[in-house]
């Protein structure tokens, strides 16, 4: 047992997907695993592990933002040697090519969050994907005959800021979308030497206001859970 995760070793797998809702690790283990197990209910972080196409996936909810994610991939990566860490959230499309419920694929995640700048005394460090898992799930992706946007996101420390349009500054860089996770992830990922990944469906547009809502968030966004399953296993 971790502080935050009440599992034994052995209960989770080398390839956990990590989504920031714990209903949706719910939903992904009734609807995708079999023979699925709940490890985890501490603070109601839902954690489950079972079987996809007869291999072992967990999956585990590591709740909103940079401190809640960097939580759970510490314990997951340090105390459970978990090798492969999928994120599977949902973003905020900043580029007008970028539209509703589109698959991104993170390559890369900038930051306004100030954790790098403590951790690295100042200097900057640029949180990447790893390239082979990365490239599985486009693969996955295009198999299935869907077209993922992949390049870089931003992960932000809020959520609500005083300049709505604040985002513009990203976009003008080729940022494809706003989330509150990758960055951390990506770098924690670098640190234990593991490997990385984020997959994100598109929730809302900061470009045309349209938005989904909070039920389809957390059980409809099955081409990115299949695309991270996929992806797991391989």
Not at 198 to 225: N, V, Y
């Amino acid at each position: 047992m971790s502080i935050h995760i009440a599992a034994k070793p052995g209960d989770i797998a080398e390839a956990v997907l990590l989504p920031g809702d714990p209903l949706r690790a719910k939903f992904i283990a009734e609807t995708f695993l079999e023979q699925s197990r709940q490890y985890n209910q501490v603070r109601n972080m839902f954690g489950y592990t079972g079987l996809y196409k007869g291999k072992p996936v967990s999956v585990q909810g590591t709740g909103m933002g940079i401190p809640s994610i960097s939580i759970y991939a510490h314990e997951l990566f340090r105390d459970y040697g978990v090798k492969r860490a999928i994120r599977i959230g949902t973003a905020g499309a900043i580029q007008e090519a970028v539209k509703l419920r589109d698959l991104v694929i993170a390559l890369a995640a900038s930051t306004d969050s100030g954790v790098n700048h403590i951790r690295f005394q100042g200097r900057s460090f640029a949180p990447t994907a790893s390239f082979s898992l990365l490239k599985t799930a486009y693969d996955a992706a295009v198999s299935r005959g869907w077209q993922p946007k992949v390049g870089p996101v931003v992960s932000s420390d809020r959520f609500y800021t005083e300049d709505p349009e604040e985002w513009k500054i990203w976009a003008q860089f080729g940022c494809l979308a706003v989330e509150m996770e990758c960055a951390e992830l990506y770098t924690l990922a670098a640190q234990y030497d593991r490997e990385a990944l984020t997959l994100l469906t598109i929730s809302d547009s900061l470009i045309s206001h349209e938005q989904t809502t909070a039920e389809e968030r957390q059980t409809t966004f099955t081409q990115m859970m299949e695309v991270a399953l996929e992806t797991a296993i391989s």
